[in-house]
């Protein structure tokens, strides 16, 4: 095989040995953590209030928990390590010595980023729409389904940045990037949030909830008015972007016998 | 097959390897220096995971850096221990072929059998951290040898091996450089010299030698020998032997050593041997530079013109 193919077979490789790589005892218990915590939550808010949970609300508290929250912290600890985990675990000269490996790295790590997240967000949406006891339990499933996802993709795409620039100090740049990228820029009201996840999520969102004629004028302009198609478009060519640099970047890197092992 | 014209790799203002120019063909190839000598840089240059700083490397014709049609035809077996330890024997290799672009069913066909061929099909299912450092040791040749390079690349491969693990691993990587080219980096000459490989000296990040075994010997003979005797009366020694012509240079070492310097051995010790029967107490009388430090030392020597 050559080229594409052979490529995105060595991606495969990679995936999944890096998924056999968090299946041990400790990451498995983070995951049943990450799936349970948005359930316990609004179970919680739910005893504090009479009845099922009111729709609306209960969907901003979810949105909050899983696509941002829960997807976040998933990515953090599964896309972030991409190059260091290489480095620490004297690995990446076996990588960095295959032909397309760095590419490979970089792919088969997304990919393996996204399935274990949006496995995590996944369950941990079912658990939580079942304890809020929500109206349309299953049209909010979907919903909140498609939006991690695709929190899960893009995101995945931008923690691959840090990855490949500061390995070392990958998850601190990744908050710094989730702070200063999704939750800065993408609230500002200007052009430039427009190559940010968060605006794709929230307008997807406030799309599928029917909430853009209810909302103040105001909050109208930090979501974006284009139809769903454009919103999915715009994460999944934005997280293309992302990786495509992350491997420009990642084929160019050398790393000194010295920061390996 | 690998080139090298005037390469110079800095890591800032450290070097690594200090304008090396050096061809070596097909074949077999010994990449020989002391710890710190500049040969995992070397490495890392032919193997495609460092860019030159000054200067051009080729492999088969072409830089190796991001060169998938280079890194095809290589393999490389690193000094790092696998880390990987629930992983299996397999299942690492498997990974490390499917690497190299092959598909699921063909890597794993590969795998087996390149765990066959390296004595680890029995242990091909277990997790690599159960394995010994010979077995771990054979895992990773045979995730290098799998996809059937042209060129073998092992970095100190027989590294904390005991003598038996060291002697299959010495045959396996001979029986691989009969029908393909190898070049392997090491501190140590016996096990460079027990796979028939030609050398390159590297020291300093500076290349002092190459050619053949015996080519470099020739170059070692040239020099003049040093040989420690160790006896009651060392100054006594000294003065004695201070005024034949056999002898090049003297030094004293210690409360009874004292080593000679010279182009005729044999001399110094029939000398010695009448010292001793004229009553000096000699306790031992050996070569005070086989070490690889006292070739490289004389290497050294020879490549800035001085004796040392």
Redesign the interface.
Known sequence: ??GL???L??A???A??QL??LC?PARLGLAALGMLFPAVVLLAIRRSTTGPLERSFGAVVLYALVPEAVCMLGLLMTMCPAVADELE???W?????????RR?LVLGTFIAAVTWTTAVGLGAVLLAVLAGGMTDPWGLIAMFAALVVLSCVGRAALFALPAVVLPSRALVASVGVAVVVEYLAGFLPAVINQATVSLRLRSLLVHWMGWRQRMPPQLRLIVDPQPVWVQCAAVVVLAIVFLTVAIMIL??R?????E?? | MIRLSHVTKLYGTVIGVNDVTVELGAGAHGLLGPNGAGKTTFIGLVTGQLRPSMGRVEVFGAPPFGNDRVLRRLGFCPASDITERRATALEWVRYLVRLSGFTAADAAARAERTLEQVGLDEAARRPLGTLSKGMRQRAKLAGAIAHEPDLLVLDEPFDGLDPVARHDLVGLVRTWARSRSLLVASHLLHEVEALHADLAVILGGRLVASGSPGEIRHLIDALPTEIRVTCDDPRRLARQLAGDSACVGIRLEGEQGVVIATRAPETIAALVATAAEEGLAVSALVPADRSLEGLFARLVGLHRGVAP
């Open positions: 095989m050559t193919r052979a490529t077979a060595a495969r490789a990679v999944g040995f056999a790589r041990t675990r004297g690995t000269v076996h990588v960095a010595t295959r032909p397309g490996g490979a084929e160019r050398q790393f000194p016998p010295s390996e092992g």
